[in-house]
């Protein structure tokens, strides 16, 4: 997640779209006075050493802490770390709670979206610790909190906020939209093509990720009801 001063946006970062990627590549083009959130170890690593900049102004206040201690500054607190402002996929809610309405009116809201059938194939590939995963049928059905997941950064009480969404299949592209002049966009443009992070994991081919989908088809109702954005404006598909 991104809040930006000095362009005037805000990045709400949803899982399993290139937000990574992306906010790795806005790295370069941010200053010293921009919320941050953080990246993996080797990231904010790389990030540091090309763009001298990395997660910063994130840490809770101590008289924001007494005010409102949350569950999440307790598991903060229970790992030894200071509790932080904002976790990498926090709610369009929380942001706006902190910024204030008229501050969070005059920030343009950016996202990434994603075919909701196959946000769930890359999620269910997503598996850096290397377990052996269940068949895709069982894994989706204990992980059904998954679907819709990303309204926590499209919505507010139900409402979309996003003024400005990037679509993960046409990404390169549609980084044209963003509020940024010529120079910064080829420079962002230019981190992207050559950065993609998280990526690797995903090594089925389509015939059998299809035949994965048939097998839970279950999930499409679901789908239907909670991912209206991807599906009413968006026009996605299940991919068979």
Not at 114 to 127: G, K, Q
Not at 204 to 231: G, M, P, R
Request: with cysteine; net charge positive.
């Amino acid at each position: 997640m991104i809040i930006s001063e000095e362009y005037k946006f805000i990045f709400l970062k949803p899982y399993k779209v290139a937000g990574s990627s992306l906010e790795f590549a806005l790295s370069s083009i941010l200053s010293s006075q921009d919320i941050i959130t953080f990246l993996s170890k080797d990231e904010e690593r790389e990030r540091q050493k090309l763009f001298k900049i990395g997660e910063q102004n994130n840490r809770k206040k101590l008289s924001a802490l007494v005010k409102d201690f949350s569950k999440q500054n307790k598991r903060d607190l229970q790992k030894l770390k200071w509790p932080k402002l904002f976790h990498p996929h926090c709610s369009a809610k929380e942001v706006k709670t902190f910024m204030g309405k008229s501050r969070w009116n005059d920030f343009k809201k950016i996202s990434i979206i994603r075919n909701p059938w196959d946000y769930l194939l890359s999620f269910y590939h997503w598996n850096p610790s290397s377990t052996k995963r269940p068949p895709f049928e069982q894994w989706v059905f204990e992980n059904r909190h998954l679907i819709g997941q990303n309204n926590f950064q499209y919505k507010i009480d139900g409402d979309c906020i996003i003024d400005i969404f990037l679509t993960f299949e046409n990404l390169y592209d549609d980084l044209n939209k963003l509020p940024l002049n010529e120079f910064e966009l080829d420079e962002v443009k230019k981190l992207m093509s050559s950065n993609f992070l998280k990526s690797g994991f995903r090594k089925q081919s389509k015939e059998i990720e299809i035949e994965y989908l048939k097998s839970a088809n279950f999930i499409d109702k679901a789908i239907e009801s909670f991912c209206d954005i991807e599906i009413q404006v968006f026009g996605y598909q299940r991919p068979y």
